[in-house]
């Protein structure tokens, strides 16, 4: 019995419109009272026995499921003499076959893309326990969101295999030209009926037709006709990707949608392994006892063990090593970051002989005199005299002055911004605001760091916050930047590589005016002409900006159901999907020195594992190629957030707590080798930020 538009079901689903119709099932989009959100809800009407017990049981499995590609099951329920219902993510956005009809034919590129994603999501459902099988892939069954997000739709027809990989009575798909033989009772339906699907649903978005329909090929009536047939430019590796995976008898499929998705990579010329498809492991969490090896040098000093000593031992190393082994490399023609790339990660235009690297021993003097604050060079709090900043200094380890600022709660109740020298032995404190500061970020003149405040800890969000000026050259005034006032919050500054603008995520936007919640957008700050610009909106909370060196993109952290990596092409005002992985989530993205890498943060949220640094180069974006930092097989680091790179591209700064308990701020170069922690004390250090 169809459900009646404007009625509230269950005392929370009110019915707004219907969707879509089917012979055993519809869908309508409803409004979930409790959470203010629009769902969809699927209805479905065949109400024999059997086939409702597989249905709640089939329905208990995929509110399990937690993938970006996928939408979330959050509800079910039964009303009796009526129907079985499941509650959805409503996804806004258009689906592949209105797309295909508005373009007609789409890109090589484009398709494959698309397929990557799907296969993605089979990956994941297919290596459930047991395993779904969707049964309905199809143009229809594939939205597009506004944000350029792929997802799977429709699990109204899905198979949950048992350990015997029978099933139980249930509905059975069948959608001419895109299901294969079996799933018309000519066979056992498997993963590899999705991948017919899939191939099919790819042969229609590149041609713009349905594909021979399978029992006509199968009786010989019908053959597959290439898709060079159809368009002459789609490539021959890539028809015959196609072609195979549409093959009638499933042996000669592909046989899993790991094999497709590595056929597809090859296809579009994805450089990828197969050791780098679905999740990165999570890093091993054991002692580290032996010395990062990685060709471009020895550690500088031990790495540091999950079983750190206590702080106060305050232990030191002295700069003058640290500065002589970079110099005889630099003398040896490691001069620039380019080069370290070229041999860390295989860049064929700039590789350089191994001969030219030279190898030498950790040297390590440790001290234990407790650091101290010292009257040095570098500019001190607002009660002190005027000084000039400090000079860039030649050959000082990861470039510009060599000096970091970051926030730390040492000897204060909140947060306050610091600054010390590159090996840790100079601090200075540089704000005592009574309600804490945090989050510096230097202006490319290093003359002045842009904070928030209030600020008493390390948050996601921080509310009430508001962005303020610290200039070094101007007797230390602090002074809040000239924007409106707005008491949701400001957070995440980073100024642009020219000076000109500084980029921040707000709260300005509110609540989202379907879904209720709470918004969060990137916003930008020009200095020239004193205004401020809304530069993403959507219904989603997105953080962490940063420019690329170049100034012509910024990288953000966008949550969906886990956190993504995005872009913005800030010359065409287009955002598009730069890193995601299902339960997983990415964070803290930073350009390379000649923006052809982002790194940023994997962390897996069902295992719980500690997070890591990856990166992933630009021109593969939308693909999960990620490397990890340090390279696998190597010892990690982890836990490790909050990258930052050196002015000479060649170093990382960043956040990190071995012990569980103390955050501190390490460097590292930036393929995962000469670890050297900075700090020490007893106290929450992070947000840190290389000094030009």
Known sequence: MPLQINNLILERYKIIKVLGHGGMSSVYMAFDENIQIPVAIKENLVLSENFSIQFKKEATILATLRHPNLPRVSDYFHIPGQGQYLVMDYIDGEDLRERIEREENLSEKEVIIIGLLICDALMYLHNLSPKVIHRDIKPGNIRITPEGNIILVDFGLVKVMDIDQNTATGARAM?????????????????????????????????????????????????????????????????????????????????????????????????????????????????????????????????????????????????????????????????????????????????????????????????????????????????????????????????????????????????????????????????????????????????????????????????????????????????????????????????????????????????????????????????QSESISEITDSRWRDRNPAWSNDGNNISFVRKIADNEVWILDLEKSEEYQFASKGNVNLNYPNWSKNDQILFFTHQNISSGSLPYFVGKRIEDAGVNVEFRIPPSGQQSFSPSVDSVISPDGQWFVFESWPDGINHDIYIATINGANLTQLTFEKSFEFSPDWRP
């Open 175 to 527: 959608t001419p030209g895109y299901s294969p033989p079996e799933q018309y009772g000519r066979g056992t339906t498997d993963e590899r009926s999705d991948v017919y699907s899939l191939g099919a649903t790819l042969y229609a978005a590149l041609t713009g037709l349905i594909p021979e329909e399978s029992l006509n090929r199968l009786s010989g009536k019908e053959k597959l006709t290439p898709i060079s047939k159809h368009r002459k430019a789609i490539s021959e590796k890539f028809d015959k990707v196609i072609q195979k995976a549409l093959e009638i008898d499933p042996e000669n499929r592909f046989q899993s949608a790991e094999d497709l998705y590595m056929a597809l990579l090859d296809a579009g010329n994805f450089m990828i392994s197969s050791k780098n498809i679905g999740l990165i492991s999570p890093p091993p969490l054991h002692k580290i006892s032996t010395p990062i090896k990685t060709g471009v040098s020895q550690p500088l000093i031990k790495p540091f063990s999950i079983n750190t000593p206590e702080k106060n031992r305050y232990s030191k190393i002295i700069l003058f090593p640290l500065l002589l082994i970079i110099s005889i490399i630099m003398f040896f023609g490691i001069t620039n970051a380019d080069n370290i790339y070229a041999y860390v990660f295989g860049n064929k235009d700039n590789q350089t002989n191994n001969s030219s690297f030279v190898s030498t021993q950790p040297t390590e003097i440790m001290s234990n005199t407790p650091k101290k604050e010292i009257t040095s060079s570098l500019p001190i709090n607002s009660n002190a005299e005027e000084a000039t900043p400090t000079p860039p200094k030649s050959g000082i380890i990861g470039g510009g002055t060599g000096e970091i600022a970051y926030s730390s709660n040492y000897q204060d109740q909140g947060m306050q911004i610091w600054i010390m020298t590159i090996d840790g032995l100079v601090t200075q404190k540089l704000t005592s605001l009574e309600d804490g500061a945090c989050q510096p970020d230097w202006s490319p003149d290093g003359t002045k760091l842009v904070f928030i405040s209030p600020c008493n800890a390390k948050k996601e969000i921080y509310e009430g916050a508001r962005l303020f000026i610290l200039d070094l050259s101007a007797n230390k005034e602090i002074y809040p930047l000239p924007i409106p006032v707005d008491p949701s919050g400001d957070f995440d500054p980073v100024w642009s590589p020219d000076g000109s603008q500084i980029a921040f995520s707000s709260l300005r936007p509110g609540n989202d005016p379907i879904t209720k919640e709470r918004m969060i957008h990137i916003f930008i700050y020009n200095f």
